[in-house]
């Protein structure tokens, strides 16, 4: 597709439940970011992929959080035993190789919301 | 898809010089945030604007929200190599469960 897809764009679940969350970054780019956004937050970054390297989890919570990405391509974001603080929208975004300046696209989101 | 337009899409700027990033948004916004990126690293938060007519500063940055709430700038006084990065605003609109972002802008500051 022409953008960053997201899904599902909405889901709400169950204390306790796991998630999954998927991000189709542009075809062709290499990066690949998920970031949460809390109301009235700033954007908290989680992972970052990049081609072939090891990602960068640095970002992730805690150990309940985990990332992949298949092939270069398609990202899951998976949250195991769901907490209420982990509602938020999460957004994924790809961008072009390297620091050359281009932006991110980003997915809209899913807004997630735990209850 | 994107619902932010962001200008101008690269900035290359004297140190010293002052320099604006704008901002526009076809749907009222509930909330606009501004973030840079350095190289190679994550999203830096800067500020939220959610009042029409808001004005918010840090060090030499400061960002506006027209009365409408549909533009934002952000202001760099006095630029300094560490300014630059890309700028991305986002937003929330009013309704439904989606953020959005510009597309960026690529600030270069030469010594």
């Known amino acids: 597709g022409a953008g960053v897809s997201q899904s599902p764009s909405n889901k709400v679940t169950e204390k306790g439940k796991d998630v999954e969350l998927r991000c189709d970054p542009i075809s062709g780019h290499t990066a690949l970011y998920w970031y949460r956004q809390s109301l009235g937050q700033g954007l908290e970054f989680l992972i970052y992929?990049?081609?072939?390297?090891?990602?960068?989890k640095s970002g992730l919570p805690s150990d309940r959080f985990s990332a992949e990405r298949t092939g270069g391509s398609v990202s899951t974001l998976t949250i195991q035993r769901t907490q209420q603080e982990d509602s938020a929208v999460y957004l994924c975004a790809s961008s072009l190789l390297g620091p050359t300046g281009y932006g991110y696209t980003f997915g809209s989101g899913t807004r997630l919301t735990v209850v | 898809s994107q619902e932010l337009e962001q200008s101008p899409q690269s900035l290359i700027v004297q140190e010293g010089k002052n320099l604006t990033i704008n901002c526009t948004s076809s749907k009222t916004l509930y909330g606009l945030y501004w973030y840079k990126q350095k190289y190679g690293e994550g999203l830096i938060f800067l500020m939220m604007l959610q009042k029409g007519g808001e004005e918010k500063s840090h060090e030499k940055i400061t960002a506006k929200l027209d009365e409408k709430k549909q533009q934002s700038s952000l202001h760099i006084t006095a630029s300094q190599p560490s300014h630059a990065g890309i700028y991305l605003c986002g937003a929330e609109p009013n309704t439904g469960n989606q953020f959005y972002f510009g597309t960026g802008t690529s600030l270069t500051v030469i010594p």
């Open positions: 992929f990049q081609g072939n390297s090891a990602p960068d």
